[in-house]
């Protein structure tokens, strides 16, 4: 009798806890959600390519796919539910798919540039990008890579232009030992975009200054790893960081990967 309630038992648990994984109402948000790493991956997938973006949307089905959208290609069916999804959560969770929404809208809406312009000259070498958020790194510590390297070495530092991708405030600029010369732009939903190892400035940036999406920031480079004005310890590359606040975080980084292939629709070509 024992060992038919113990395997009972075991099969009641399997049971709830794939209903759990597969139910939205309850594994795939809570109030750490924006801390954890599915959702810091970003993995709008190329759905969010051809589509406006629709925050519930967006929102509602990140959480029924568990933060990873890559399988929905167009006008995918599975697509068709959301707005039950969204009804279901903002029944049973309201504040926490509020505080999604919210994240999702704070990182894409300010969004209408993409950092590196193309050139006039077909013949120019253009810059290449991949998904190494979550990378090792090792220079002052073991570390994880926050950010998206948009590679420009085939040129020099100093050949490709870096724009800001928002308009915002300038919240930090000038030297720091692992991002070289960096300046960081706060929008005005409140995410905050790291732009580093730039070569130079376009002018004498100051904390507090305005910029508007396009605005010319500096240009591309090497610097960095060291003290001030240390350059050639890596490829003339943009590292580009993404970060926002949540509630044990002033600033907590998230995947810039498929936001830059999201923001590819906005680039403008440039006369360098």
Same mark, same amino acid.
């Given at each position: 009798?024992?060992?038919?309630?113990?395997?009972?038992?075991?099969?009641?648990?399997?049971?709830?806890?794939?209903?759990?994984?597969?139910?939205?109402?309850?594994?795939? $948000?809570?109030?750490? !959600?924006?801390? *954890?790493?599915?959702? &810091?991956?970003?993995?709008? @997938?190329?759905?969010?390519?051809?589509?406006?973006?629709?925050?519930? &949307?967006? *929102?509602?089905?990140?959480?029924?796919?568990?933060?990873?959208?890559?399988? +929905?290609?167009?006008?995918?069916?599975? !697509?068709?539910?959301?707005?039950?999804?969204? &009804?279901? $959560? +903002?029944? %049973? =969770?309201?504040?926490?798919?509020?505080?999604? =929404?919210?994240?999702?809208?704070?990182?894409?809406?300010?969004?209408?540039?993409?950092?590196?312009? $193309?050139?006039?000259?077909?013949?120019?070498?253009?810059?290449?990008?991949?998904?190494?958020?979550?990378?090792?790194?090792?220079?002052?510590?073991?570390?994880?890579?926050?950010?998206?390297? +948009?590679? @420009?070495?085939?040129?020099?530092?100093?050949?490709?232009?870096?724009?800001?991708?928002?308009?915002?405030?300038?919240?930090?600029?000038?030297? $720091?030992?692992?991002?070289?010369?960096?300046?960081?732009?706060? *929008?005005?939903?409140?995410?905050? #975009?790291?732009?580093?190892?730039?070569?130079?400035?376009?002018?004498?940036?100051?904390?507090?200054?305005?910029?508007?999406?396009? %605005?010319?920031?500096?240009?591309?480079?090497?610097?960095?790893?060291?003290?001030?004005?240390?350059?050639?310890? #890596?490829?003339?590359? +943009?590292?580009?960081?993404?970060?926002?606040? %949540?509630?044990?975080?002033?600033?907590?980084?998230?995947?810039?990967?498929?936001?830059? &292939? #999201?923001?590819?629709?906005?680039? !403008?070509?440039?006369?360098?």
């Amino acid at each position: 009798m024992i060992l038919i309630l113990l395997l009972f038992l075991a099969v009641y648990t399997a049971a709830f806890s794939g209903y759990l994984v597969q139910n939205p109402d309850y594994s795939q $948000l809570d109030a750490d !959600t924006l801390e *954890t790493m599915e959702f &810091r991956q970003m993995q709008l @997938g190329d759905w969010i390519l051809s589509e406006p973006p629709d925050y519930d &949307r967006l *929102t509602a089905l990140m959480i029924s796919a568990n933060y990873d959208l890559r399988p +929905l290609k167009g006008e995918n069916k599975n !697509t068709e539910n959301w707005q039950e999804i969204r &009804r279901d $959560l +903002l029944r %049973t =969770k309201p504040e926490e798919y509020e505080a999604l =929404k919210q994240a999702y809208t704070m990182i894409l809406s300010d969004i209408s540039c993409f950092p590196v312009p $193309l050139s006039v000259n077909a013949e120019t070498p253009d810059i290449t990008y991949s998904d190494t958020f979550g990378e090792g790194r090792t220079y002052g510590g073991e570390r994880i890579h926050e950010g998206c390297d +948009l590679m @420009g070495n085939a040129m020099p530092r100093g050949f490709y232009p870096v724009l800001s991708m928002t308009a915002g405030t300038v919240e930090q600029v000038g030297w $720091l030992e692992k991002g070289g010369w960096r300046i960081g732009i706060r *929008t005005p939903s409140g995410a905050y #975009f790291y732009y580093a190892h730039l070569y130079s400035y376009s002018r004498s940036w100051q904390t507090g200054d305005t910029v508007q999406s396009g %605005t010319l920031l500096g240009f591309m480079g090497d610097s960095g790893y060291g003290s001030e004005g240390t350059v050639g310890m #890596f490829d003339v590359h +943009l590292h580009l960081g993404i970060y926002i606040p %949540t509630e044990h975080y002033y600033e907590l980084s998230v995947n810039p990967y498929w936001i830059l &292939r #999201f923001s590819e629709s906005f680039r !403008t070509r440039a006369d360098f």
